[in-house]
């Protein structure tokens, strides 16, 4: 045995010193032409090695270079395929004998990969590859795992490293500048440290991105189960697609799980900040290789005005402090098919939503939801010339407008929403819901409101993008409406008209831009107020007026300051966005007013005529009658804009109508004496075919 352990001891210590005497007396640097041919015979590139080849065998075998460079694949230009200012890797010598690998900290310093596309589609690493080859497996036909128990890794380090993917088949450039990683050491079962940082560069669109990471890492034997502990993660963007031309995030993460075996992930703690919003959830997932399924708990909160400001993305508002808060928390569930937004709890300033969100078939996304919100007040978010001015609704615009009809026609969508209090454009609704089906490029709206100034309100509408122009139609009915308070919150200002209304509307109409869609525009409108006052002051005032031109005095002993009435009747038909009235009456006790004439829609602009006629005389403050202009016509004229038309009393028509019954009476006197003359001297019968001729 002793002899046995000398002779093991003598030939340890020979292949030590053969491995000395290797290191002392072979000069790799020799053998860099023959490396370069081998690499030239089997690659088709050019190894060009610059720097020296430093060798190393016991206790590591380690080889050490200096620059090198692999040229690109023919066609790709001049620029080397890969570039590297020095090099560095080591293995343990003694623990190969016992079949276990020791690997020192791998280095790459200066490491340059310009990875290309042309236009036909070729790689310049396709020749690079080499064929897959089957994989192998055990005689009881299992697949072989691989050996990695054996393998020990004290480490890698890059430094200054750089990567250049151009595709000139999509003609655009992505390049990572600045990459330096570090990989502690390497073993399984135990936490190793990692960092990576680089910058990358976008050109279409133009985008730049510092990525800074470091977390601990671990695995398993087998590869099967891989562990993130205490990742952070650093991210500044800047661009003209960032909001705000650059944003800062952060993210960190208490532990990740994937175990692949076992088919599960869990993300643990998990918290984004960006924009000084913040968002925190935790995730767990089943089956992730064959089926995969998730569920998980979310949660987000942000000072919502300093977020937006932030992403330069702040509207403006009518109430400074809206926009303040925003907090909205949901469970997260879902599988490769649909995903689910379920027990949401959200938080608009003083707003309240809860719910349920569904998206189904994720391919060809339906969207299904059933929200509920407690109180709205919209015009604190509206821009304050738009929450105080009813005239805002209906913007002048320079140039014709794009409508969306066809995109909204286009969505999936089933659900509903239930707001208990609404305030838009200064109205006050109670007791809202939206209905809403989408399906088959045809999208049908339901609003319905219960309380509606002590009326209510309910409407179908319908946009159908089948065709090549998207069809809309709108059925709406307005009952038992006071109509007064409604305008006069509207308005803003009193009410031009009061009363109990009721409204049909029935339009339909096709087109792709706000214009074409109004000059599309056929329907009926039928609209009825009972039991109510027209308080129009400039209508009144020229009825006032005309009643004073019949009249020829400065003044009546009646003050009419606001025109009592019994009924409101007006009917329309709309065609070719031209409304044209068919019935416009108003029955008073004093006056009986009709009206007709014609609204173009699509221009905003009226031609209309009102005519006014007294049924009865004045009374004096006494109780008695006053001469008044019974009977006659008081003729108002409203031209221009729908949203700053023109009143005038139209004196040539009421002029007319004065002189007619004069005109009449000569006419037919002169028609008497002519008549009487032709029979004198053409004999009896004669006026009569006078009167024929002139088809009376």
């Known amino acids: 045995m002793k002899y046995l352990l000398y002779g093991l001891s003598a030939a340890l210590l020979l292949v030590v010193a053969a491995l000395v005497a290797v290191v002392l007396l072979v000069d790799p640097n020799r053998y860099k032409d023959q490396i370069a041919s081998t690499v030239e015979r089997h690659t088709g590139r050019t190894l060009r090695i610059s720097g020296d080849l430093e060798l190393s065998v016991f206790p590591w075998i380690g080889l050490q270079t200096g620059p090198l460079e692999l040229g690109n694949a023919p066609g790709f230009g001049p620029e080397p395929f890969l570039k590297v200012k020095e090099a560095e890797i080591r293995v343990k010598l003694l623990p190969l004998f016992a079949k276990r690998v020791e690997v020192k900290r791998v280095v790459l310093d200066g490491v340059v990969i310009n990875l290309a596309r042309d236009r036909k589609g070729r790689t310049n690493w396709e020749d690079l590859a080499g064929k897959e080859k089957p994989e192998t497996k055990t005689s009881t036909g299992e697949e072989k795992q691989p050996a990695l128990a054996a393998l020990a890794l004290e480490g890698i380090t890059i430094r200054d490293g750089a990567v250049t993917w151009e595709d000139r088949l999509k003609h655009r450039t992505i390049r990572l500048d600045q990459v330096n990683a570090y990989v502690g050491s390497l073993r399984f079962g135990k936490a190793t440290d990692v960092r990576l940082g680089f910058v990358l560069h976008l050109d279409k669109p133009a985008l730049k991105e510092t990525l800074a ?5 671990l695995l398993d034997e087998q590869m099967q189960r891989i562990e993130v502990r205490d990742l952070q993660l650093q991210s500044h963007s800047e661009g003209k697609t960032v909001p705000g031309g650059r944003l800062q995030a952060d993210l960190t993460l208490e532990r990740l799980i994937a175990d692949l075996t076992a088919q599960t992930l869990g993300v643990e703690r998990l918290r984004l900040e960006a924009a000084k919003a913040v968002v925190t959830g935790d995730l767990t997932a089943q089956s992730i290789k064959s089926n995969p399924r998730f569920t998980g708990t979310w949660r987000l909160q942000a000072p919502l005005r300093d977020t937006l400001a932030e992403l330069d993305r702040l509207p403006p508002t009518s109430a400074a402090d809206a926009l303040s808060r925003l907090e909205l928390a949901f469970k997260l569930s879902g599988d490769t098919n649909q995903l689910k937004l379920s027990e949401i709890q959200g938080t608009l300033d003083d707003t309240h939503w809860n719910g349920n969100i569904t998206i189904a078939n994720l391919s060809d996304p339906t969207i299904g939801f059933d929200l509920r919100i407690d109180g709205m007040d919209v015009d604190r978010y509206l821009p304050p010339e738009a929450a105080h001015s009813s005239s805002a609704a209906l913007p002048a615009k320079k140039n014709d407008q794009p409508l969306p009809l066809a995109a909204l026609a286009g969505q999936k969508l089933n659900g509903q929403l239930q707001i208990g209090e609404l305030k838009l454009k200064n109205l006050r609704l109670r007791g809202i819901s939206l209905k809403v089906q989408g399906k088959n490029r045809v999208l049908t709206i339901k609003p319905k409101v219960d309380n509606l100034y002590q009326g209510r309100f309910l409407g179908t509408v319908r946009i159908d993008g089948r ?36 409204l049909d509307l029935d339009l339909q109409g096709r087109g792709n831009t706000e214009t074409a869609l109004k000059r599309s525009l056929n329907g009926k409108i039928a609209f009825h107020v009972k039991d109510g006052n027209l308080n129009n002051v400039e209508i009144i005032n020229l009825i006032r007026q005309g009643e004073l031109w019949w009249k020829g005095k400065a003044s009546l002993a009646e003050n009419l300051d606001r025109l009592r009435f019994v009924a409101l009747d007006f009917l329309a038909s709309v065609r070719n966005g031209v409304l044209q009235t068919e019935r416009f009456l108003i029955d008073s006790r004093k006056f009986k007013i009709e009206g007709s004439g014609d609204i173009d829609l699509a221009r905003s602009r009226l031609d209309y005529t009102l005519r006014a006629v007294r049924l009865k005389h004045e009374e004096a403050p006494s109780g008695e009658k ?18 700053k038309p023109k009143y005038f009393l139209d004196v040539a028509a009421m002029a007319k109508a004065k002189f007619h019954k004069k005109i009449e009476k000569k006419k037919a006197k002169i028609e008497q004496k002519i008549q009487e003359k032709l029979e004198k001297k053409l004999g009896p019968g004669a006026g009569q075919l006078l009167k024929g001729l002139f088809g009376q």
């Open 467 to 502: 065709g090549q122009i998207p069809a809309l139609a709108i059925d709406a009915q307005l009952r038992q409406v006071a109509v007064d308070k409604l305008l006069q919150d509207y308005l803003q200002k009193p009410s031009p008209i009061s009363g109990v209304a009721v």
């Open 626 to 643: 006053v001469a008044s202009a019974k009977g006659l016509p008081i003729i108002v004229k409203i031209t221009g804009p729908l949203e």
């Open 213 to 217: 990471l470091e977390g601990k890492l």
